[in-house]
């Protein structure tokens, strides 16, 4: 089946400064690539995602990139709110009943 | 949007009981899925269905089983209960469209002792 690596597992930034985090995936079927955001008690909420036909996909502060030669992934903050900080999760899913694989989530900081 | 609900914030639970986790989405989709939360190992799949009473096992299915006797409702059994399986679970259901995303519920936190 699928995996999913997600690093890093902490990420701690300066309020203003980029964050990335980055992802590889094993399937090669693997066409869909969601990323989520996780807030302090609440599920995870998607908050952009990749299809395979596409190396890049930007929304406002955030943007995906996919490298589906290498099999990795990664998502981009640039300008960092302390609004950021949060548990984030990347995923993978090759289409079957829609079911998904997880990273195992970063806890990115933003530091005021 | 769809909306997914689940009836227990915050559970306690001792060792062998049965518990129920409840989860209730609002627009007639197809697939339901539990996944368990633990620190370091991220969001992994116990089980899925696919429509009224047809269930998958996912990843991690070794004691839980799951019911889906309606199609807005899917229930997640802890048949006995243990220590090991305090953990955060969270149900989910894919958003309208192939390939869009899912919707979580908030959680229910599961504390077996």
């Known amino acids: 089946g699928e995996n999913v690596e997600q690093h890093p597992s902490t990420l701690s930034v300066q309020e203003g400064d980029s964050a990335v985090i980055k992802c590889t995936y094993s399937?090669?079927?693997?066409?869909?690539f969601p990323w989520y955001k996780q807030e302090l008690g609440k599920g995870p909420q998607l908050i952009i995602d990749?299809?395979?036909?596409?190396g890049e996909k930007k929304d406002q502060r955030i943007a995906v990139t996919l490298n589906k030669t290498a099999k990795h992934f990664s998502l981009h903050i640039t300008e960092t709110q302390p609004e950021d900080s949060a548990v984030y999760f990347c995923?993978?899913?090759?289409?079957?009943?829609?079911?998904?694989?997880f990273g195992t989530g970063t806890k990115l900081q933003v530091i005021p | 949007d769809v909306k997914v609900t689940q009836s227990s914030r915050y559970l306690v639970k001792r060792t062998g009981e049965k518990v129920f986790l409840e989860c209730v989405q609002d627009m007639d989709h197809e697939n339901m899925f539990w996944y368990r939360q633990d620190p370091g190992l991220g969001l992994r799949l116990i089980y899925f269905s696919y429509d009224v009473k047809m269930k998958e096992k996912g990843d991690i299915p070794e004691g839980y089983s799951v019911s889906r006797e309606k199609k807005e409702r899917f229930s997640l059994i802890l048949e006995s209960a243990s220590t090991n399986q305090t953990s955060m679970y969270l149900c989910a259901t894919p958003n309208q469209g192939a390939n869009s995303g899912y919707t979580f519920g908030s959680g229910t936190r599961l504390t077996v002792v």
């Open positions: 399937d090669s079927a693997s066409n869909y």
């Open positions: 990749i299809r395979s036909n596409v």
């Open positions: 995923a993978a899913s090759s289409g079957g009943y829609q079911k998904v694989t």
